[in-house]
């Protein structure tokens, strides 16, 4: 535009002659001439480019773009991988990947494979819907790389969002995290819009018809919020919590969260949570943490009572002392034949008998293993301290940090002075000290009875009787006047002097 301006001013006020302005500014006369004609430059002719290297090979790449037309939609030709493919099965072939791309972005806007479709923008009372989804992420747990499943829930009305995280998108897990997002937005949503979940929907019918899970139907009923279920393959009818996963994923969790354990990784979303409250997104008069305290009146309220959210089962306990739940086994403290009750949650199981939870683990997401605790064994063990050493209760323990080498010093000794078995019996002695007073003072009584010389049951029995952190602190008391009955402690060496001169007559 600068170029066409220049050019008309120095004809009409210059040099007035095309020849003249081309060979003064140095540009082409038919420039010129176009720039005396119309000040607007007119738009250039797109020239096709040539195919060159690429032509041989146009028809392959039809035909495989032709086959996507009948194949499933997540299963078609991405641009790379037809590049892969004319790499591997054309002779010869050697055309960048960039040209590929090209060829196929454009070919496929010819045969109708990037139709897009336009959606209307939708308005949302307060508290009317609110919409759920499941998406995958990676984080560091212990510094190991863990892949986890992570619930969403957004609201639409405000805007806010709520993430957790779990190990798998098990029932419990969902119905779980579904308690923790009323928790969080302080209500419930009249109606929540889902993909067709497996912890939800048991069975897809005609239309928008779903045959839904039992359990999922309970719960519903007891929070009184209504169901929506999307069209399988639709993911815009529920493209408010499609976006917000991205926007949550680029900002919280790029780089890859660190954390000690998923508790951790959990407190670290739910911050992540309350820091978006103060974005405000495009078209919203309020920030999100404004519209979320707004909403919170239309919101239902929360149940005064729970839902159970445990899945129960009613095994006997077998020859090994343990349960199964799933395809998994689990240790009890009880004889082989008992009737438990076992209530299974998303990340632990209790085992319960008679009214009282007698153990609990944390719920194992491999199959056919077995998860025991060696507290459980103890009263079998005093029976049989021969299997303690090459027990897996054991090797379990030491697996995960519960027996220290203090432990093992202290049965070495033990078995040197009362010999292996009866050693053995009374290191049990001592690991049933650990019920009674926790494992951590337990670890403290042995390391303190080691460094003083002592391998005795009821040295640390007594040890740990006496720990100050279990009694009260004996509170300093002022003397005053007893002060004057202080007296220096007597000196022995005049009668050390005395006994060694009798004896040397």
């Given amino acids: 535009m600068e170029l066409f301006e220049q050019i008309r001013r120095e004809y009409e006020f210059g040099e007035g002659t095309i020849k003249g302005v081309a060979r003064k500014l140095k540009v082409h006369r038919r420039m010129v001439r176009e720039a005396v004609a119309n000040a607007v430059p007119r738009m250039r002719k797109k020239i096709a480019g040539r195919r060159g290297k690429l032509a041989p090979y146009v028809g392959l790449m039809d035909a495989m773009l032709e086959q996507d037309r009948q194949a499933p939609r997540k299963q078609r030709h991405t641009a790379h991988r037809i590049w892969e493919r004319l790499r591997a099965e054309a002779a010869g072939f050697n055309v960048s990947e960039r040209s590929v791309r090209k060829y196929v972005e454009k070919r496929r806007q010819q045969l109708g494979l ?22 995958e992420a990676w984080a560091d747990l212990a510094g190991e790389r863990v892949k986890l499943q992570v619930f969403s829930m957004r609201s639409m009305g405000s805007g806010g969002a709520f993430h957790r995280a779990y190990l798998r998108a098990t029932q419990q897990a969902f119905l779980e995290a579904h308690e923790g997002a009323f928790e969080y937005f302080g209500g419930v949503f009249r109606r929540l819009r889902y993909d067709n979940l497996a912890a939800a929907v048991k069975k897809i019918l005609r239309g928008f018809r779903r045959e839904e899970t039992a359990r999922f139907i309970a719960f519903r ?37 660190k954390a000690r354990d998923l508790e951790e990784l959990n407190a670290q979303l739910l911050a992540g949570c309350r820091n978006d409250q103060e974005r405000q997104i495009a078209g919203k008069p309020m920030r999100v943490g404004e519209a979320m305290l707004v909403e919170r009146e239309h919101l239902l309220p929360i149940p005064e009572e729970g839902f159970d959210l445990a899945e129960g089962s009613f095994p006997v306990v077998d020859g090994l002392g343990c349960v199964r739940v799933r395809t998994n086994a689990y240790s009890v403290p009880l004889k082989a034949g008992s009737s438990v009750q076992v209530k299974l949650y998303s990340t632990y199981v209790e085992i319960w008998h008679e009214g009282q939870v007698v153990a609990r683990h944390e719920r194992c997401y491999s199959r056919q293993q077995q998860i025991l605790d060696l507290e459980h064994y103890l009263d079998v063990l005093e029976k049989k301290p021969g299997a303690l050493a090459g027990s897996k209760p054991l090797e379990q323990w030491r ?29 049990i002695e001592v690991l049933a000290l650990g019920k009674q007073y926790g494992y951590d003072l337990l670890r403290e009584a042995v390391e303190v009875a080691l460094g003083s010389g002592s391998h005795d049951v009821c040295a640390i029995q007594y040890l740990l009787g006496a720990t100050p952190s279990r009694g009260a602190e ?6 005053g006047l007893l002060e004057r009955y202080e007296r220096p402690l007597p000196l022995m060496t005049d009668y050390d002097q005395l006994l060694s001169a009798g004896a040397g007559q």
């Fill in 114 to 135: 990037l139709s897009r479709e336009t959606c209307v923008p939708q308005t949302y009372d307060w508290g009317a819907e609110a919409q759920v989804d499941w998406y």
């Fill in 221 to 257: 009923s007891h929070w009184r919020f209504a169901s929506e279920f999307c069209t399988p393959g639709e993911g815009h009818e529920k493209g408010g919590v499609e976006g917000e996963v991205g926007y949550f994923r680029r900002n919280h969790w790029v780089p890859v969260p």
């Fill in 399 to 427: 697996r995960a940090g519960r027996w220290p080498d203090s432990f093992d010093r202290l049965w070495r000794e033990l078995m040197k002075r009362a010999g292996k078995q009866a050693g053995t019996r009374q290191m």
């Fill in 474 to 479: 004996v509170p300093t008391i002022e003397v």
